[in-house]
């Protein structure tokens, strides 16, 4: 069964201290790694897509990588706004269009 | 920034009761899809859709369950009789393509959806 597992469930950091957030998949075909923000009550909202083992792709302060069993989300120099649950969701050959999700990782960052 | 919309926010129906959630995709998407999360649970896949027509649907998406677009620019999720369960946050998403290329895919804000 494709399964997406995100490690730590919850992290507290303080603003400046980076850390990085884990997304282990077993998904047969790996067509698609996504990372989402949501926000309390919200939808989530698209961070960046990994297609393929070894790309990264970086934006403000977040930095994505992909290998060929898990992905990381590494935060640097975290701002509180950069408070939020961060989700990890993957597509497979077969199922192109259906996303599965881990459980999130949710990150409290304080002054 | 395109977005995709959702109404209403919040809804409440009694139990048994038929509920439809509203959607409006981001205008050149072809694929349109509907999660749900319950609360403190993963999201979860109910249904994929594209051409008029289903292209996937997951287990929780049972004959309670129906998606239509009505016209150019909807997209309902309607729950024939709904149960207690249900209970839960209904995200509609959408994307320009599918596969490799579905970088794009998009969700709304939801809809929370409160049985009683």
């Known amino acids: 069964e494709d399964q997406v597992t995100q490690s730590p469930e919850a992290l507290r950091l303080q603003e400046g201290e980076s850390s990085s957030l884990n997304c282990s998949y077993t998904v047969s075909g790996l067509r698609g790694l996504f990372w989402y923000r949501q926000d309390p009550g919200k939808g989530p909202e698209f961070l960046f897509t990994l297609y393929s083992a070894g790309e990264e792709k970086e934006k403000e302060r977040l930095k994505a990588t992909l290998t060929k069993k898990e992905s990381f989300l590494h935060i640097t120099a975290p701002k509180p706004e950069d408070s939020a649950t961060y989700l990890c969701?993957?597509?497979?050959?077969?199922?192109?269009?259906?996303?599965?999700f881990g459980t999130g990782t949710r990150l409290q960052v304080t002054l | 920034e395109p977005e995709v919309t959702q109404t209403p926010s919040h809804q409440v129906t009694q139990m048994g009761q038929e509920v439809i959630l509203r959607c409006v995709p981001i205008?050149?998407?072809?694929?349109f899809y509907w999660y749900r999360q319950i609360l403190g649970q993963k999201v979860e896949f109910l249904v994929s859709?594209?051409?008029?027509?289903?292209?996937?649907k997951s287990e929780i998406f049972d004959d309670q369950f129906s998606v239509e677009r009505p016209d150019g620019s909807n997209f309902t999720l309607k729950i024939r009789s709904t149960k207690l369960e249900d209970s839960a946050m209904y995200f509609c998403?959408?994307?320009?393509?599918?596969?490799?290329?579905?970088?794009?895919?998009?969700f709304g804000s939801g809809t929370r959806l409160t049985v009683v």
């Open positions: 859709f594209y051409n008029n027509e289903i292209s996937e």
């Open positions: 205008s050149n998407h072809l694929y």
């Open positions: 998403a959408s994307s320009r393509s599918a596969g490799e290329k579905s970088g794009d895919y998009t």
């Open positions: 969701a993957a597509t497979h050959a077969g199922t192109a269009s259906k996303l599965t």
